[in-house]
């Protein structure tokens, strides 16, 4: 999978956006292409973003459609094998990047251009010619095995970010992690590889982005090369609906930890493309911007109680959230939801957090935000948001996530719309969107039928502080202490059988 720490590239370049276009291949089919040339920039990036993602994997045999592009990027060709085609990419100090999301499928990487036509033949001979050897397909597979089995089991965080979605989408396209299923991937067979790269590797089904000092024909050039794939239908795959969300559920992973792990959220009906993001933005970032000490969720859990150490929330999907600050782009969703991320805590202080958590969006919902506290969040984001482009693969990624979505490229929407917000806006989405009376809720803890009998009395859960903390914390945890949190169904599930099948 992509590293998307790796993606530190060159900022700024003298930038010029070309509007996306369809080049014509030889075929006849166009390719639907992103150009971003920037002459003085010394590197070339380059992103093939495909329409295939785990909402294609069949039933039974989920991770099918991370593996087949494992076996595109990361397998040997049928000229060379994957040992040879790494020695071929090492003088470049470049690679072939993989990333499967739900929704589609990014391959690509960025090299100096004085190597884009060596690197450029491996990454065509990789996507058009790939070997699908028997060898490959065992480690790949093996590969995805480990990280559903053991990175993700391991770690309290990514399982716990990953199990909230599978909970808030259980039943949908979305309710499995674009990795597989431990069960699914053992019932995968090569046959199944090549048919899934037959049917979704099309030219209808790839956005092609090109970015920085390439030569003025490249682009036309590549496209006419990436002819040699089938035509294949346009369309998205039809996604029903996600779930409506009942009650109050918490999911308890018993897991071998001396700390919780805690997340909750439900669907949110609102993606980048729709007007209410833009407040519900704000309001976010207000509430508990990514790895941000402006939150308040951070400001009254972490600074002003002690309890954790990252205390956040989110409006979208956000990928790998221990290892981004800013959100990488290339992993656009048509369905999006609502989530808070509180870790990690104290075992005794479980129960506590939770309502603290619950307790910062009932009081946004109820109190909404000042006009000074909504200018200073919205003048933070106006900023902000301009460092999550600075890299050459970034703008290029969010300018094809923006054709995803149908709308113009988002940090300049960002910029666009922002400044035409009102507090009324903002507060007006707080209001329709943000609720504690529904929600899917995951915890991971070292004791679950303790954390489960606690949980069900709902009796209320004192703070105790080592150190003196001010008088209106002491008001506020007078509200927090008490509050009800009435789960509606409580579920025990051993780490073991997180995702098994």
Do not use: C
Not at 10 to 29: E, N, S
Not at 121 to 148: H, I, V, Y
Not at 192 to 197: A, N, R, T
């Amino acid at each position: 999978m992509i590293d998307r720490r790796g993606l530190l590239l060159a900022a700024a370049f003298g930038l010029a956006a070309v509007a996306p276009a369809a080049a014509q291949t030889a075929a006849g089919a166009p390719i639907e292409t992103v150009a971003l040339p920037a002459a003085s920039s010394p590197l070339v990036a380059i992103r093939l973003q495909l329409d295939v993602g785990s909402i294609h994997d069949p039933a039974g045999k989920e991770g099918l459609a991370a593996l087949t592009a494992l076996m595109v990027g990361q397998a040997g060709t049928q000229k060379r094998s994957y040992t040879e085609l790494l020695e071929a990419l090492y003088p470049m100090a470049a690679a072939i990047e993989v990333n499967t999301d739900r929704e589609v499928t990014v391959i690509g990487g960025t090299v100096h251009r004085d190597k884009l036509a060596d690197y450029t033949a491996l990454l065509e001979e990789a996507l058009l010619k790939p070997g699908f050897s028997p060898e490959d397909f065992q480690r790949n597979k093996d590969q995805l095995t480990a990280e559903l089995s053991s990175s993700l089991r391991s770690n309290d965080e990514l399982l716990g970010l990953e199990l909230i979605q599978q909970k808030i989408f259980k039943g949908h396209p979305y309710g499995h992690s674009p990795l597989g299923t431990v069960e699914g991937l053992q019932h995968i067979t090569l046959d199944d590889v090549k048919q899934l790269y037959k049917e979704h590797y099309t030219r209808a089904g790839l956005l092609l982005g090109v970015g920085g000092g390439y030569p003025a024909d490249y682009v036309a050039r590549l496209t006419k090369d990436l002819s040699a794939l089938p035509a294949g239908e346009r369309g998205r795959k039809a996604l029903p609906p996600a779930p409506r969300v009942e009650g109050r559920n918490f999911t308890l992973v018993q897991k071998q930890t001396g700390s919780v792990e805690i997340n909750f959220g439900y669907p949110l009906p609102v993606t980048r493309a729709d007007a209410d993001y833009y407040p519900l933005m704000v309001a976010n970032s207000f509430l508990g911007e990514h790895r941000s000490l402006n939150g308040r969720l951070m400001n009254e859990l972490r600074e002003e109680r002690g309890l954790n150490y990252g205390d956040y929330s989110y409006v979208e999907y956000l990928e790998t959230p221990p290892r981004v600050t800013t959100p990488p782009p290339g992993v656009p969703r048509r369905e999006q939801y609502f989530s808070v991320w509180i870790r990690p805590v104290v075992p005794g202080d479980a129960q506590f957090a939770l309502r603290a958590g619950l307790y910062q969006i009932r009081r946004l919902r109820d109190e909404g935000m000042t006009e000074a506290d909504f200018k200073l969040t919205r003048d933070f984001l106006l900023n902000y948001s301009k460092l999550w482009a600075q890299s050459l693969q970034g703008r290029l990624g969010f300018q094809m996530d923006s054709r995803f979505y149908g709308m113009p490229y988002y940090i300049d929407e960002i910029q666009t719309r922002l400044p035409k917000l009102t507090v009324a806006d903002v507060n007006a989405a707080i209001k329709k969107y943000l609720s504690t009376d529904n929600y899917e809720a995951v915890m991971v803890t070292g004791n679950a039928q303790q954390l489960k009998e606690t949980l069900q009395k709902d009796e209320p859960s004192p703070k105790t502080y080592t150190s003196q903390v001010d008088a209106k914390v002491i008001e506020a945890d007078k509200v927090i202490v008490p509050l009800k949190v009435q789960p509606t169904r409580i579920d025990i599930v051993p780490v073991a059988e997180v995702f098994q099948k």
